[in-house]
């Protein structure tokens, strides 16, 4: 099988580089291309600048452009698609029907949105095939998003949730470790050690909430001893509206997905 990626930036190095560390594809099974060459040295990729030369050769081809260059990249390779050709999308707000009014006729397309933990091997993937994806194409889908992360089928009036509990959430969970190293900064804790103890904390807590099957309220309760430290940060993050306003952030993030 020939993969092909139109755009080699972060989320398809994140893509190619689990497919090639899990070995479901030897490098020169991956074709790549873009403008500026960031992958071949590093994954030892063929790369080009044609676009037509990935699309025309792919198997499975990954759309890993900006949501703003779809329209272009579409253009240039619709008339190129072999029948059959499995498209894979990563961009948020780009619906399948969208995607076949660009694309002009009937393609096997499975609309994904990874998030850029994907960059170290523990992203998590929503997936949604159109009704041309064949059951063996779905599996090969599958089993390519779960080489770099975790992956799930989801119904399509559901990828904009995904964008804000998901695609979008690193940010909110980077601003929580920052904030919380920086409070651990002011009462005297070396920099670097502060952002350690809080990202562990965070990974270790998700990694409870993922394993023990436990409901995050229950797990929460297992670290509040009455009238004790934790408990007393929890009322103060409860006074402040922290719920409140993780809620709203996240309702602002679907309605800017569904906008797009």
């Known amino acids: 099988m020939k993969l092909g990626f139109i ?7 994140a893509i190619m580089g689990g497919i090639i560390k899990k070995g479901l594809l030897a490098p020169s099974d991956i074709l790549v291309a873009d403008l500026v060459d960031k992958v071949s ?7 080009t600048k044609e ?16 949501p703003q260059i779809y329209p272009a990249a579409i253009s240039r390779i619709k008339d190129s698609l072999k029948e059959g050709q499995l498209i894979i999308t990563i961009a948020p707000g780009k619906t399948l029907a969208w995607l076949k009014e660009q694309f002009g006729r009937d393609l096997p397309i499975v609309r994904t ?7 170290v091997g523990a992203g998590m993937t ?3 095939p159109n009704e041309f ?13 779960g080489a770099f992360s975790r992956v799930e089928l989801v119904p399509e009036h559901l990828m904009d949730v995904v964008t804000s509990v998901s695609g979008s959430s690193p940010a909110y969970v980077f601003l929580f470790i920052e904030a919380m190293a920086d409070a651990a900064v002011a009462d005297g804790m070396p920099r670097a050690q502060a952002y350690t103890f809080a990202a562990q904390a965070v990974m270790g807590s998700a990694k409870m909430v993922l394993e023990t099957g436990k409901h995050p309220g229950e797990l929460k309760d ?22 409140s306003a993780v809620f709203e952030a996240m309702k602002a993030c679907t309605a800017v997905s569904k906008s797009l």
């Open 7 to 13: 755009g080699g930036g972060n989320m398809a190095s």
């Open 41 to 47: 040295e590093k994954f030892g990729v063929h790369y």
């Open 51 to 66: 676009n037509t030369e990935v699309s025309k050769a792919a198997d499975v081809l990954f759309l890993s452009v900006k």
């Open 113 to 119: 949105m990874p998030n850029t933990p994907a960059m």
């Open 126 to 128: 929503a997936a949604c």
């Open 133 to 145: 994806v064949t059951e063996e194409q779905k599996a090969t889908a599958l089993e390519l998003l």
């Open 222 to 243: 297992m670290v509040c001893s009455p009238a004790g430290t934790t408990i007393e940060a929890v009322r103060v993050l409860e006074r402040s509206g922290f719920r």
